[in-house]
Antibody
Framework: QIQLVQSGPELKKPGESVKISCKAS????????MYWVKQAPGQGLQYMGW????????TYADDFKGRFVFFLETSASTAYLQINNLKNEDMATYFC????????WGQGVMVTVSS | DVVMTQTPVSLPVSLGGQASISCRSS???????????LHWYLQKPGQSPQLLIY???NRFSGVPDRFSGSGSGTDFTLKISRVEPEDLGDYYC?????????FGGGTKLELK
């Protein structure tokens, strides 16, 4: 069955970087784009953007241009989200999602930013 | 960007009762191919969102027929009849007609 398995929780200091992985299984990785979604504590879902898994081209929503990077390791069916120069407001759970209908979701990765 | 306005923010219900959630978009969600890409998700506490309804009114695999979606253009509704305990949580609409995709703000379905 289709699964998206994400890496574990992260504790980082402001100004550091974090890399989150999302490993896909159960389907051909390049068949669907990979989306990233942010959920701040107690808040709703916020679309961050997506990466075309055939071409590797990322597209970022306006709030996520600059410090956020989407990239792939296609041979390992894995997508990555890297956040550079972490800020307090980056503290959130980050989900990957795939499928034409956002029908498959990872379990989420909680990123804590604290000095 | 398309703004998705979801109401109400909180919806107290009784078990066995009915719930209705509205989602309105700032522009039409009809794609140039004629399809309307408006979907509904439920996020239970501590879990990832799960797809309930896709393209306005189609139930995803395994979703009970107590859930129904309707609407067109810019105005959409999710109805839940005979509410059960496992239906409680946060509901979100999502439009995937336009880039960037956008979510509604969410509706918390809770016990009255």
């Amino acid at each position: 069955q289709i699964q998206l398995v994400q890496s574990g929780p992260e504790l980082k200091k402001p100004g550091e970087s974090v890399k989150i992985s999302c490993k896909a299984s159960g389907y051909t990785f390049t068949n669907y784009g990979m989306y990233w979604v942010k959920q701040a504590p107690g808040q709703g879902l916020q679309y961050m953007g997506w990466i075309n898994t055939e071409t590797g081209k990322p597209t970022y929503a306006d709030d996520f241009k600059g410090r956020f990077v989407f990239f792939l390791e296609t041979s390992a069916s894995t997508a990555y989200l890297q956040i550079n120069n972490l800020k307090n407001e980056d503290m959130a759970t980050y989900f990957c999602a795939s499928g034409t209908l956002f029908d498959y979701w990872g379990q989420g990765v909680m990123v804590t930013v604290s000095s | 960007d398309v703004v998705m306005t979801q109401t109400p923010v909180s919806l107290p219900v009784s078990l066995g009762g009915q719930a209705s959630i509205s989602c309105r978009s700032s522009q039409s969600l009809v794609h140039s191919n004629g399809n309307t890409y408006l979907h509904w998700y439920l996020q239970k506490p501590g879990q990832s969102p799960q797809l309930l309804i896709y393209r306005v009114s189609n139930r995803f695999s395994g979703v009970p027929d107590r859930f129904s979606g309707s609407g067109s253009g810019t105005d959409f509704t999710l109805k839940i009849s005979r509410v059960e305990p496992e239906d409680l949580g946060d509901y979100y609409c999502l439009q995937s007609t336009h880039f960037p995709r956008t979510f509604g703000g969410g509706t918390k379905l809770e016990l009255k």
